[in-house]
């Protein structure tokens, strides 16, 4: 499948180059004294973990439907979101507690020059957001959405970094725990960043009712179909990048059952034409009555 095969490419990308920042960070967080880099290092490795969980994921997820599985595979996409989140989380929490420590515990101010690694860490994670993110909207991937989120948090948890950095060096002697505080403001984006992946991976796993601009596009390509007069209920849930649709038409009263049954299928075949993103599709055929 396309998407799938773009998914993967993705993840490669955002895979690689967590565990290169991973490396700059905390080199650099460690001779440049700076807990904050060293944070961002943290969330960097939860960033490979994830990345590494999404791309298992995602190959699982490729996998056609079975007799076990009808609906395919693509639950296991919300599923992984959902750990994704869990590393983040945990990364807050070990961010915080460190911090806490560092600020009670005073250490000398960070050196200046790890401004300029955070300048360029910046740019880069915000510019890999944007990729991800426009690669989750094409393929319709919640578990790409969680890592695009987790490029933002970091570039984010950098941009916190880099004002503790700044007032550290710029104010300097009693200053030097605004490092510290940043990493903290820092785990607080984060866990609310977790939230913002969170709730829709779990509306993905509860079939909420989400996709009105998909049903209404559905609803004016059915009424094409020659024979359908108009729709009634019309259901879509996702499972990982596929749409599946229940969809019930109303048909002419009078024809025969194999009539109707012929609808159903140009029906059906319309849809997947239209719609390259759907995968089941359930048409109900109702007797009506025509509107003219």
């Known amino acids: 499948m396309p998407n799938s ?17 991973a490396i700059i960070k905390g080199l650099a967080g460690f001779f440049g004294n700076s807990y904050a880099l060293i944070a961002d290092a943290i969330e960097s490795l939860a960033d490979v973990l994830s990345s590494v969980l ?33 590393f983040l989380v945990l990364a807050a929490f070990a961010i915080t507690y460190q911090a806490i420590y560092n600020i009670l515990h005073p250490k000398g101010a960070p ?11 910046i740019l880069w994670k915000e510019a890999s957001f944007r990729y991800v993110i426009n690669k989750s909207k094409e393929t319709g991937s919640s578990s790409l959405k969680a890592d695009a989120w987790n490029h933002r948090s970091d570039a984010i948890t950098s941009i916190a970094g880099f004002i503790g950095i700044s007032i550290a060096v710029v104010f300097g002697e009693g200053y030097e725990a605004a490092d510290d505080w940043a990493a903290l403001v820092a785990a607080a984006f984060i866990l609310y960043n977790s939230y913002l992946i969170f709730r829709p991976a779990l509306g993905e796993i509860m079939d909420e009712h989400a996709y009105d601009d998909l049903i209404d596009e ?4 059915a009424v094409q179909v020659d024979g359908i007069l108009y729709t009634e209920k019309c259901f879509v849930r996702k499972v990982g990048m596929i749409y599946h649709v229940d969809i019930h038409a109303s048909v002419d009263g009078d024809l025969t059952v194999t009539e109707g049954h012929e609808i159903a299928h140009q029906l059906k ?20 009555c025509s509107t003219s």
């Open 269 to 288: 075949d319309k849809l997947k034409e239209e719609f390259p993103q759907l995968g089941n599709v359930l048409v109900h055929i109702e007797p009506g």
């Open 218 to 221: 559905i609803r004016k390509v």
């Open 111 to 121: 050196e200046a020059w790890t401004l300029y690694i955070l300048g360029g860490i």
């Open 5 to 21: 095969s773009t998914a993967i490419k993705t993840i490669k990308f955002s895979l690689l180059s967590s565990v290169l920042l």
């Open 54 to 86: 999404v791309f298992f994921g995602l190959k699982y997820a490729q996998r056609p439907p079975d007799e076990n599985h009808p609906y395919g595979h693509g639950r296991i996409e919300p599923l992984v979101t959902f750990v994704v989140v869990g």
